[in-house]
């Protein structure tokens, strides 16, 4: 268990629909990251908060959106789904930013569009 | 940009030795590290290195050469339990955005036979 959990476990909606992810890190992690990964494909960068704030953004989709609050939970707000949005969409924390600062993950939020 | 290339397939027979190759294209990059990922399961770190040469971890070696732009983890002493995808990753020089993206590459999916 790596400290980092994330709700829901499975998502089901429509196109058109927007749903929200949540993910609480691992204690004292302040760093938190999303990603999202298609059916066998890799991760795809999202999003990075650092305490609160964004820090670096990947491609992420203008329909997507995120945040970090005081406690360090964050959620991904995704909005408009298509089809395509359908993928495994990972959190991710660290205790700070360094290189060598190995990221643990949860087990994800599989996201299912019809 | 970042651009990290991996086979997407290795297959090797238990008790054996494999060697899973990255090789990359950035402009600067802190270290490269790896992970490993169980059928959709929440990915796993495995080594990271800063520095070019070899750093060993149990049955798993990770190797950087800076001046290839080639990194490999090898696995010894194959066990079934070691199929499983494995994705390398750099974490980007960023000069004006302290983020600390982590970028994966596409996954070398492993099958290790009996």
């Known amino acids: 268990d790596s400290g980092v959990t994330q709700t829901p476990k499975h998502l089901i909606t429509a196109t058109g629909q927007r749903v929200t992810l949540r993910c609480s890190p691992r204690?004292?992690?302040?760093?938190v990251y999303w990603y999202q990964q298609s059916l066998d494909q890799g991760l795809q960068f999202l999003i990075q908060y650092y305490n609160g704030e964004e820090r670096a953004k990947g491609n992420i989709l203008e329909r997507f959106s995120a945040q970090q609050f005081p406690d360090l939970h964050s959620e991904l707000n995704l909005s408009s789904l298509e089809l395509g949005d359908s993928a495994l969409y990972f959190c991710?924390?660290?205790?700070?930013?360094?290189?060598?600062?190995?990221?643990?993950f949860g087990n994800g939020t599989r996201l299912t569009v019809t | 940009g970042q651009s990290l290339e991996q086979p997407s397939e290795v297959t090797a027979v238990e008790g054996a030795i494999v060697q899973i190759n990255c090789t990359y294209q950035?402009?600067?990059?802190?270290?490269l590290s790896w992970y490993q990922q169980h059928d959709g399961g929440a990915p796993t770190f495995l080594s990271y290195n800063a520095l070019d040469g070899l750093e060993e971890t149990g049955r798993f070696s990770s190797f950087l050469s800076r001046s290839d732009s080639y990194g490999y983890l090898l696995l010894q002493e194959l066990q079934m339990k070691d199929s499983a995808s494995y994705f390398c990753a750099v974490r980007p020089i960023m000069i004006y955005n302290q983020g600390g993206k982590l970028i994966f590459g596409q996954g070398t999916e492993l099958s290790v036979k009996p």
């Open positions: 991710a924390s660290s205790p700070g930013q360094g290189p060598d600062s190995p990221l643990h």
């Open positions: 950035t402009s600067g990059f802190y270290g």
């Open positions: 204690s004292g992690d302040l760093s």
